[in-house]
T-cell receptor, first 115, second 112 residues
Framework: DTGVSQDPRHKITKRGQNVTFRCDPISEHNRLYWYRQTLGQGPEFLTYFQNEAQLEKSRLLSDRFSAERPKGSFSTLEIQRTEQGDSAMYLC?????????????FGPGTRLTVT | KNQVEQSPQSLIILEGKNCTLQCNYTVSPFSNLRWYKQDTGRGPVSLTI?????NTKSNGRYTATLDADTKQSSLHITASQLSDSASYIC???????????FGTGTRLTIIP
């Protein structure tokens, strides 16, 4: 257990529905990252936060995706009008520092299945 | 484009044997390289992290090497155990870039 938690662990939804995932980072960590991982692939960067500020978003993050970290603690990732191509593992990671030299601690992930 | 390639894609070995996984990268300018272990259905867990000046780092039965000149890294696992069955992912970061570049991983299976 790395100290990063995600909820839910699994989500099955029908195409067109909205889903929201939550990530609770390690409490003193100011950086929070979201990744998406499809079967047999490495994680792909989606977005990251420094405290409550969203500093970068990947081109993978279409308009249907939105992420927030309202108080600089937990974060949510919402997918609107889900599509079958959204089926993946969504991973959250947190780190203490402000650049890539700091260790990122990953949560267990949320497995999304869109039917 | 920053890329990380790993080989082999999958590997099956007998319990107790050693193995070596490979990673080649084109990330520039190089900042650091990490090896992660990812159990099925779980998030990745860090094994080692190496900067430009480090050419070897150990974590128990795991030993990572780095050749920054040839842009290659390897992860050597000694005396494998059944619990070593997992995907091993090589991750490289560039200076001044927040994003990590992940390889697709090597799926390692240890059989009794």
């Amino acid at each position: 257990d790395t100290g990063v938690s995600q909820d839910p662990r699994h989500k099955i939804t029908k195409r067109g529905q909205n889903v929201t995932f939550r990530c609770d980072p390690i409490s003193e960590h100011n950086r929070l990252y979201w990744y998406r991982q499809t079967l047999g692939q490495g994680p792909e960067f989606l977005t990251y936060f420094q405290n409550e500020a969203q500093l970068e978003k990947s081109r993978l993050l279409s308009d249907r995706f939105s992420a927030e970290r309202p108080k600089g603690s937990f974060s949510t990732l919402e997918i609107q009008r889900t599509e079958q191509g959204d089926s993946a593992m969504y991973l959250c990671a947190s780190s203490l520092g402000w650049d890539s030299t700091y260790e990122q601690y990953f949560g267990p992930g949320t497995r999304l299945t869109v039917t | 484009k920053n890329q990380v390639e790993q080989s082999p894609q999958s590997l099956i070995i007998l319990e107790g044997k050693n193995c070596t996984l490979q990673c080649n990268y084109t990330v520039s300018p190089f900042s650091n390289l990490r090896w992660y272990k990812q159990d099925t259905g779980r998030g990745p867990v860090s094994l080692t992290i190496m900067t430009f000046s480090e050419n070897t780092k150990s974590n128990g039965r795991y030993t990572a090497t780095l050749d920054a000149d040839t842009k290659q890294s390897s992860l050597h696992i000694t005396a494998s155990q059944l619990s070593d069955s997992a995907s091993y992912i090589c991750v490289v970061s560039a200076k001044g870039n927040e994003k990590l570049t992940f390889g697709t991983g090597t799926r390692l299976t240890i059989i009794p």
